[in-house]
């Protein structure tokens, strides 16, 4: 079977990767900004979100690099000016997911965490990457 | 939690910055080679994209062990910069050894 053959399956697990990797890196922002906001308040499931954050959220997230420059090798997007956009803001939203995923082991090590506000970030990414993948303009 | 947790983020660290390293010394002395001398372009289209993903792994690995901290300013500059030059991702090895036994002294919290 060839790869083109195989695009909507490929496709669909990218898809499921991104909806993986998109909500564990929203839970953690969240946890983030509770245990900012008041210091203490996650401690009994910072252990349990550090565990998902590496057996779920981070192995999503190299799911969707792999199925997505899969599809677009397979596609031949590389020279669309909305893929490489698209592909800025997913490195932005990986970028984040290391701080969060670094913040998140100093919390789980009882260190100080930064005052570092990534929802916003997040949202804006994962509404551009859809927006430009949907749309291709 | 223990020093054993950061152990083993250091030894990922170590294993994905050799991982990149080999990559790309993959793709800039063979590949390319081949694809200009030879005219085989396989080679570019399969090791782009892993190189790409190898690149992609340290440096999140990178950025989450400079997030946690315990990282002077010159040693996150080297970590970030070793990942444009072919073989100075062997050279971090070292770098993450002296890491890894400071951690093992106690050295760093």
Redesign the interface.
Known sequence: MSLAALYPWLKALHVVSAFLFVAGTITTSIVLAAERANPGSVEPVAGFLAKSERWLTTPA??LV??FG??LA?TAGWFSNTWLQVKLAFV?LL??V???Q???L??L??N?AL?SWTTLPLILVSMTAVVVLVVVKP | MSNDYESTQLRWLGILSVLEATTLVLLVAVAVPLKHIAGWNVAVHVMGPVHGLAFLGYCWAAIQAVTEGGWSRSEAVRLFATAFIPFAGFANARLIARKSAALRTGAVQ
Do not use: F, P, Y
Request: no cysteine.
């Open positions: 997230m190299l690099w792999a420059l899969t090798v490195v990986s970028a997911h290391g701080i995923s670094g913040q082991r100093r789980v090590r260190k930064k």
